[in-house]
C-alpha cells in the first residue's frame, strides 16, 4: 500500500492515508481525533520541520524526514 503520512498541527496526531484517496493538489481534511480542519498539500513540504529534526540528528537523516521527502517526490 502506497501511503502518505499526515500530522494534525493542532493535536499532533498523526494519520496514515493511502495516496490514491488524496488529491494532486490537495485537499481540506478534517482530524478525527480533535475534529480541526486544514488545508492539506502534499506538494508542500515543512521545511521548518525538517531543519528542526536535522539539528537534532545531524548524522542522519530520520525516517520522518526520508517519509517526507519520498512523498514530495512522488509527488511532483
Known amino acids: ?7 494534525c498541527p493542532n493535536c499532533e496526531k498523526n494519520f496514515e492515508l493511502e495516496k490514491i484517496l488524496m488529491p494532486e ?3 481540506d481534511v478534517k ?3 480533535c475534529k480541526n480542519v486544514w488545508f492539506y498539500n502534499p506538494k508542500k513540504l ?4 525538517i531543519e528542526e529534526i536535522s ?3 545531524p ?3 530520520p525516517k520522518d524526514i526520508e517519509s517526507l521527502i519520498s512523498d514530495a517526490e512522488s509527488a511532483k
Not at 500500500?1 to 500530522?7: K, Q, S
Not at 515543512?46 to 520541520?49: A, I, Q
Open 31 to 33: 482530524c478525527s481525533s
Open 59 to 61: 548524522g542522519e537523516i
Open 46 to 49: 515543512n521545511l521548518r520541520k
Open 25 to 27: 493538489d490537495g485537499c
Open 55 to 57: 539539528e537534532k540528528y
Open 1 to 7: 500500500m502506497n501511503c502518505i503520512y499526515i500530522r
